[in-house]
C-alpha cells in the first residue's frame, strides 16, 4: 500500500487492500471523511504500474478543480482534462473527466472506438455516484457501469446512502467483483444547534446528551402576508453568534440567489476580518483580477474585503472560483450559498448554517431529505483542523423543532435509479448489438435490479386485496357456486324490470277502457313464467341470500382493483425496456432504423448529446439552419437549448431571420410531436428565445455591460445559456452527416462566443 503521510482510518485501509486484491469497490462514507484518499491510492498504483486511470465527477467545475489539485500533485504533465468544451492531454495516465464524457466514450461513436478509448485504462473513479439519484442525469451512471469494460476496476465513492449493499450486489452482478466499504465514521463529529428567534443572543443546544429534543427551544409564530413579508431578518444576530462562539468560518445555506445577496450585505458591516486580512484579501483580489480582467467592477467586491461572499449559480464561475480560493485560504469568513454549493466542491467550512429545513417547490413547501440535509451539514468540521464541526439550524414557521430533530437523527435515503432510454441509447444499442442484446443490457440496470423495492408499494396493495379477496369467501348454505347465484341476480333483476313493464302496459290500456294485445298477454305470461322459474332457486327462500349477492358486489369491485393492479405491476416490471421500443417505434417511424439498425440520419443521432437528439436531428436534415448567419444561428440554437423558465422575464426582440426560422422549426416539432404522443414518448421539445437576442448581440462583438444591462438576470445564467450553445454548436462540428456550410457557421459562432467571461471555468 502506498505510503500517506498520515495514519489512515480503518474504512480506507479496507478500501485501498480491496483494490490491491484487484476487485471494484464501492465507498459509502459522510461528506468530509476522506474518500479521496481511496481514490489517491488507486491513482498511485497505476503510475507505478504504468498503467491508466480515469477520475470522472458529476460537474464541470468539479473536474477543473481536480484536475487542478491533481496537477498540482502528480505534475500537469500526467494529467488530462476532458469535459464538454475541454480536452487537455487526454492521452494522459490521470485523465480528469465528467461522468458524461466518460459515458460517451464507452458507447464508441464519435469518441473513437471503445478499444481506443480505454486503452491501458486499469481504474475508474466514480465520485460522487449517488447522483445516480439526479433525476435529469442519473442514467449516466448506470449507462457507465453497464457498459465499462469488466477488466477495469470500479471505485465508487458516494455519500452516505440507504442501500449501499444494493448498489454494490448491482455491480457485482453487471460488472465484476465489487466489495462495499461502509462507514459512518466522522473524522471530526458533528455538533447541532438551533437558533430560536425568541433568545437570539445566544445559539442552543438541539438535543440533549441522551439524544432528546432540547425542551428550551420554542417553535416559531406564524405570521402570514404583510406580516411575513416585514418579519425581521436574524442572520446578523446568527452570525453574531458563531464569531463569539469562535464557530467561523461558516457556510450558510439559503434557498434563494436573492437572500444570499442579501444576507451577505446585511453581515458587511459585523468587521469579521482583522485589518491585516483584508490588506491580504486586497492583495488576492487584485492578482486574481489583473488574471481576470472582466471582474474588474464586480459590485461584490467591497463585500469580500468584510470577509463575507456570496456563491449561487447566478454569479460568473470565474468570480465563484475566486470566493472559493479565498474561502479555502480562510480570509472569507462567512458564504452564503445555494445548496448547489453542497455538491462537492472544496471548501471546508468549521461550520454550516441552514436557513430551513424546508423548501419552496413548484407544489408548495416540502421538508428537506434527510440525504440533502446530510450533504449540506457534512460540509462543517475541517479535517485537521477542528476537533468538532457545528451545524446551526434557523427557526422558521414552516418546520417544527420536532421535524428538525427527527431529520437530524435520521438515516439517509436510498438511492432510486432515474434509468430512462433515450433516442441516443437506442440508436447506439442499435450500432453495436442485436434488439436481444440491446434487452439484455437493459435488464441490467440498477432500475430493474432494484424494481423489487419498487414495486413493494404495489405488491403490498396486492397482498392485501388478495387477503380481503380470501376473508370474502362465502359458504353458502345449500352449497351453490356463485355461477348459480348470478344467474337468479340476473334473473331476478329481468324480471323485477319486466313486471314493472306489464303493470304499465295494464294500466294503459285499461285507462283506454282496451283489452290486452296477444303480445301483450303473452309477455305477460313470460314474467309470470320467470317468478315460477326464480321460485326453483334456494336462493328465492333464503335468509342470506342479500348478504350473498352484496359479498359479490364487493368482490366484484376488488377484482376489478386486482387487474388494474396487476397491469400497473407488469408495466412497472417492463418499464425500462418498453420505453426502448416505444422510442425505437418513433425512430422507426421517421426513419432512423431500418431493420433495427441504425439509417444514415441514425448515425447521425447517435452522436447528438441533448435532452431530445431527434429533435435536434430534425432540425438539421430540415435544412432551416443552413442559410443562417453566425450570430443568427448562435440564437436560433439558444431558443432550443433554453428550459422553461418558471421566472417572468421581459421578451427581447429577436431579429427576422431568426423568428421565421424559429416559426419553420415549430412546423418540425409539430410533426414529431405527433409521433412521440403516439407511442406516448415524452421528450422535450424547448423553443424559448429569452436569451436569443442576447447571444446574438454577443456573437456580433457587444460588450459584456452591454449584454447584461439587457436583462435583469444573473450574469452566471447569462453565461450558461451561452455555454449550452457552445456545446450543441461544437456537436455540429463533430457529428457526421452535416452540411458543410452549418459546420463553418457553428465554427465561426462558437470562436466568437469564445470570449470573456463566457470562455473562462
Known amino acids: 500500500m502506498y505510503d500517506f503521510p498520515f495514519e489512515l482510518d480503518e474504512f480506507q485501509k479496507d478500501a485501498c487492500n480491496c483494490i490491491n486484491e484487484g476487485k471494484s469497490v464501492v465507498v459509502c462514507a459522510p461528506t468530509g471523511a476522506g474518500k479521496t484518499v481511496i481514490a489517491q491510492h488507486a491513482i498511485h498504483r497505476a503510475l507505478e504500474e504504468g498503467k491508466r486511470i480515469f477520475y470522472t465527477t458529476p460537474l ?169 413579508q416585514n418579519k425581521r431578518s436574524y442572520v446578523k444576530d446568527i452570525i453574531r453568534n458563531l464569531k463569539e462562539n469562535d464557530m467561523l468560518p461558516a457556510i450558510y445555506f439559503t434557498f434563494s440567489r436573492k437572500k444570499c445577496d442579501e444576507q451577505m450585505e446585511k453581515c458587511s458591516s459585523l468587521e469579521l476580518v482583522t485589518k491585516g486580512e483584508q490588506a491580504q484579501i486586497k492583495q488576492f483580489i487584485d492578482e486574481y483580477i489583473a488574471e481576470n480582467p472582466h471582474l474588474y467592477n464586480n459590485k461584490h467586491i467591497e463585500y469580500l474585503l468584510q470577509g463575507v461572499a456570496s456563491h449561487h449559480a447566478g454569479l460568473l464561475p470565474a468570480w465563484k472560483n475566486l470566493v472559493e480560493k479565498l474561502f479555502q485560504k480562510g480570509l472569507i469568513k462567512v458564504v452564503f450559498a445555494t445548496e448547489t454549493l453542497a455538491a462537492g466542491i472544496n471548501m471546508p467550512a468549521r461550520s454550516t448554517v441552514i436557513s430551513s429545513t424546508s423548501k419552496r417547490t413548484d407544489s ?27 451545524v446551526t439550524v434557523v427557526g422558521t414557521q414552516f418546520q417544527s423543532p420536532e421535524e428538525v430533530a427527527e431529520l437530524v437523527l435520521s438515516d439517509a435515503n436510498p438511492l432510486e435509479s432515474r434509468f430512462s432510454p433515450s433516442y441516443s441509447m437506442v440508436l447506439n444499442l442499435l450500432q453495436r448489438f442485436s434488439l436481444d442484446e440491446a434487452k439484455e443490457l437493459i435488464l441490467k440496470s440498477f432500475g430493474y435490479f432494484s424494481s423489487g423495492s419498487r414495486l413493494q408499494p404495489l405488491l403490498k396493495a396486492q397482498e392485501q386485496i388478495d387477503n380481503e379477496l380470501k376473508s370474502r369467501e362465502f359458504v353458502c348454505p345449500y352449497k351453490l357456486c356463485d355461477t348459480e347465484l348470478q344467474e337468479y341476480d340476473k334473473l331476478r333483476h329481468i324480471y323485477v324490470q319486466n313486471r314493472q313493464t306489464y303493470k304499465k302496459i295494464c294500466k294503459q290500456e285499461k285507462s283506454k277502457n282496451r283489452p290486452l294485445s296477444p303480445e301483450a298477454v303473452e309477455f305477460g305470461r313470460q314474467t309470470k313464467a320467470m317468478l315460477e322459474k326464480m321460485h326453483g332457486f334456494h336462493c328465492d327462500t333464503c335468509k342470506f341470500y342479500k ?35 416505444a422510442h425505437r417505434s418513433v425512430l ?25 437528439e431527434l429533435f435536434i436531428a430534425e432540425i438539421i436534415f430540415s435544412n432551416v439552419l443552413d442559410n443562417l448567419s453566425p450570430s443568427q444561428l448562435a440564437a436560433v440554437v439558444c431558443a432550443l ?41 415524452e421528450a422535450p421539445m424547448y423553443i424559448n428565445p429569452y436569451f436569443s437576442s442576447l447571444i446574438e448581440l454577443w456573437v456580433e462583438g457587444a460588450e459584456w455591460e452591454t449584454i447584461t444591462e439587457q436583462i435583469d438576470m444573473g450574469e452566471g445564467d447569462i453565461v450558461r445559456s451561452f455555454k449550452r450553445v457552445v456545446d450543441v454548436l461544437r456537436q455540429f462540428t463533430t457529428i457526421a452527416n452535416v452540411p458543410e456550410t452549418l459546420v463553418f457557421t457553428a465554427r465561426e459562432a462558437i470562436e466568437k462566443i469564445q470570449r470573456e467571461p463566457v470562455d473562462i471555468d
Open 60 to 228: 464541470k467545475a468539479l473536474s477543473n478543480q481536480k484536475y487542478y489539485d491533481f496537477g498540482e500533485k502528480y505534475g500537469h504533465d500526467k494529467v488530462g482534462l476532458l469535459t464538454g468544451d475541454t480536452s487537455i492531454n487526454r492521452n494522459a495516465q490521470i485523465v480528469v473527466m465528467t461522468t458524461e464524457v466518460f459515458r460517451n466514450m464507452l458507447y464508441g461513436t464519435n469518441f473513437g472506438s471503445v478499444t481506443d478509448n480505454m486503452k491501458d485504462v486499469k481504474y475508474v473513479v466514480l465520485d460522487e455516484v449517488h447522483y445516480m439519484n439526479d433525476e435529469q442525469r442519473g442514467t449516466v451512471w448506470e449507462e457507465s457501469i453497464i457498459y465499462c469494460p469488466t477488466n477495469v476496476q470500479i471505485i465508487a465513492l458516494s455519500a452516505t446512502v440507504a442501500n449501499a449493499d444494493e448498489l454494490t450486489d448491482w455491480i457485482n452482478t453487471v460488472h465484476s467483483k465489487t466489495e462495499l466499504v461502509d462507514t459512518d465514521f466522522r473524522p471530526v463529529p458533528l455538533r447541532f444547534y438551533y437558533f430560536d428567534s425568541s433568545q437570539p443572543s445566544k445559539l442552543l443546544p438541539l438535543l440533549t446528551p441522551s439524544g432528546q429534543l432540547n425542551k428550551k427551544i420554542k417553535p416559531e409564530k406564524r405570521v402570514f402576508g404583510k406580516k411575513l
Open 364 to 390: 408548495g413547501h416540502r421538508m428537506l431529505t434527510a440525504s440533502e440535509f446530510l450533504q449540506m451539514s457534512g460540509r462543517a468540521g475541517r479535517r485537521g483542523m477542528d476537533e468538532v464541526g457545528y
Open 547 to 581: 348478504k350473498h349477492s352484496k359479498n359479490l358486489e364487493v368482490l366484484e369491485r376488488f377484482s376489478v382493483r386486482k387487474n388494474k393492479l396487476e397491469k400497473e405491476i407488469e408495466k412497472q416490471r417492463d418499464i425500462f425496456w418498453n420505453k426502448f421500443l
Open 588 to 612: 422507426k417511424d421517421m426513419g432512423y432504423l431500418r431493420d433495427d439498425y441504425p439509417t444514415e440520419r441514425g448515425v447521425t443521432t447517435s452522436q447528438i448529446r441533448s435532452e431530445n
Open 641 to 681: 437549448t433554453t428550459e422553461d423558465l418558471r421566472i417572468d422575464i421581459p421578451y427581447l426582440p429577436i431579429s427576422e431571420p431568426v423568428r421565421k426560422t424559429l416559426n419553420l422549426i415549430r412546423n418540425v416539432r409539430r410533426k414529431l410531436e405527433k409521433v412521440q404522443s403516439r407511442y406516448s414518448v
